[in-house]
């Protein structure tokens, strides 16, 4: 198993910027995909991008605002997220995608837009 732990969130005004960062308690180097996901109040977890060795996605909601990165020699995912909107606040995770299958998810970092 690999354990991530998220940090980054907090609180900034519309047309902000965050990054967040994602350290895993492994190497994440034989992960071929990993992702960073959210959960808004009342909402299903969805994911927002995505980032293989071969390209990064993103649902179509972040594209263009949001950048994911990976550092393996860190074991640390990134999520880069500028122009932030009040519809981007939730809680944020990372985990592996495209595996098949989900790691034990983190506690998230809580990321919110308000003016």
């Known amino acids: 198993q690999v354990q991530f732990v998220e940090s980054g969130g907090g609180l900034v005004q519309p047309g902000g910027s965050l990054r967040l960062s994602c350290a895993a308690s492994?190497?994440?180097?034989?992960?071929?995909?990993m992702g960073w996901y959210r959960q808004a109040p009342g909402k299903q977890r969805e994911l927002v991008a995505g980032?293989?060795?071969?390209?990064?996605t993103y649902a179509d909601s972040v594209k263009g605002r949001f950048a994911i990165s990976r550092d393996n020699a860190k074991n640390t995912l990134y999520l880069q997220m500028n122009s932030l909107k009040p519809e981007d606040t939730a809680v944020y995770y990372c985990?592996?995608?495209?595996?098949?299958?989900?790691?034990?998810w983190g506690q998230g970092t809580q990321v919110t837009i308000s003016s």
């Open positions: 985990n592996r995608k495209d595996s098949g299958f989900f790691e034990p």
């Open positions: 492994r190497s994440i180097a034989s992960i071929y995909g």
């Open positions: 980032i293989t060795t071969l390209q990064t």
